[in-house]
């Protein structure tokens, strides 16, 4: 099969009611290969047909599925020059407006945190390792409110002591 067919097929066989263990074992691949077709299968179609046509990798799509947005994802693969289209490009492209897991900002305001107060994580599907590096926080924002939350008192208490700034 080529790499469309591939996430084609799949994607079909899903729709149909199997589910990724049966997949996986009916193709010889691993629960987690199926997952990452799966993945990929949910891209833009535009960058469907941008694979079909040999303009796209399965690398490339790989960067650009972290998000589920199909216009921020057609926007940072069209919108880019050919040579900047690499998988590491599109990757930071996309995910520049996320907050890595192991960010200082994200570890003093904690994931449990930031979840309670309905933030998204996203993960990496396709990251070589499990490690926190594939995990990105997706509201910014949110995350930035949490931390001033979480700096307010303690900033009383130091204006508290007759400090004139904080």
Known sequence: LLAWEELAVYGQLIESGEGPEAIAARFGVSPQHVARRLKLARVSPL?????????????????????????????????????????????????????????????????????????????????????DSTRYLADRDLLVRLAEGKLQPIATQVQGEGWAWV
């Open 47 to 131: 960058l469907v047909d941008a694979l079909k046509k040999e303009e796209a990798t399965l690398d490339q799509l790989a960067a650009l599925a972290i998000i589920d947005d199909h216009a921020a994802q057609e926007k940072a693969f069209f919108d880019a020059p050919e040579w900047a289209r690499t998988p590491e490009r599109l990757k930071a492209q996309i995910c520049q407006a996320h907050v890595p897991e192991t960010d200082k900002l994200a570890r003093f305001v904690g994931t449990d945190n930031y979840q309670a107060a309905g933030g998204a994580i996203v993960s990496d599907l396709f990251a070589e390792s499990d490690d």
